[in-house]
């Protein structure tokens, strides 16, 4: 198995926290640092920062947060303003992929890593939603261009659902998580973006809650899903 599905599916931290520990040499196997990709047998003894992994046997924890700005998406104690220490929940939980830090709205957190793999997986084409604001009003030819894909990090993004909600406001659905992809995508057609918050990730939704809150999912919120997910 591999190393950083074997840690995620301790609830420890997600993968690509996993990838960040063996990126700064604090993960061992068997006393060698760990190189990413390694592969972990059962008999294996695996350390961080020489310490034994504390496998959860708490009961699964889903979380919905709408984040504010200024918030980082990473479990890494030394950075200000990691969402982790933010958040304060009682027992160990992380964030299912991530917002950066200028944007803002919904994000889900949990001490499931099952479902952070499932979640993570590109190929599933979950949908996420999210209105943004840019620096000037919104054209045809940019909605077009927005929806059928903008090559952007050497690639060309996917077709999208793009709607217009007011002269500098849209609403843009994806199935793919590029890093910075909205932010980019629009830098690609001459744009700068204000403001950008996430409203949706499949079947969850920001609903009522305010900034900076967080709340349990429901258990029909959760039980679908799950199903989604299946």
């Known amino acids: ?17 996993t990838n960040r520990l063996i990126a700064a040499g604090r ?21 961080i920062d020489g310490q ?22 990473t479990a890494a104690e030394e950075v200000e303003g ?11 939980i992380f964030a299912i992929g991530r917002l950066d830090k200028a944007s803002e709205g919904l994000i889900l957190l949990t001490n499931d890593g099952d479902i952070v793999n499932k979640m993570m997986r ?3 084409d979950h949908e996420k939603e999210y209105v943004v604001t840019v620096d000037r009003p919104v054209t045809d030819e940019f909605m077009r261009r927005m929806s059928q894909g903008v090559e952007i990090l050497d690639v060309v993004t996917k077709p ?8 500098a406001v849209f609403r843009i659905i994806l199935t793919q998580g590029l890093n910075l992809q909205i932010r980019r995508m629009c830098k690609a057609l ?9 409203i949706r ?9 305010e900034r900076g809150k967080w709340r349990h999912l429901e258990e029909r919120e959760l039980h679908k899903l799950l199903f989604m997910l299946n």
């Open 1 to 17: 198995m591999r190393i950083n599905k074997y840690i995620s599916q301790t609830g420890f931290c997600s993968r690509r926290e």
């Open 27 to 47: 993960i061992t196997i068997n006393g060698k640092v760990c190189e990413k990709g390694a592969e972990v047998e059962p008999e294996d003894i695996v350390l």
């Open 52 to 73: 034994e992994i504390p496998h959860n046997d708490s009961e699964p924890v889903y979380l919905a947060l709408n984040k504010p700005m200024g918030i980082v998406c």
């Open 82 to 92: 990691n969402i982790i220490r933010y958040v304060n929940y009682p027992s160990r």
């Open 122 to 124: 590109s190929e599933h």
């Open 160 to 167: 999208c659902e793009v709607f217009r909600q007011s002269e």
């Open 190 to 198: 001459g744009y700068r973006v204000l403001k950008l918050e996430r």
């Open 201 to 209: 990730i499949m079947n969850i939704t920001l609903d009522q809650l």
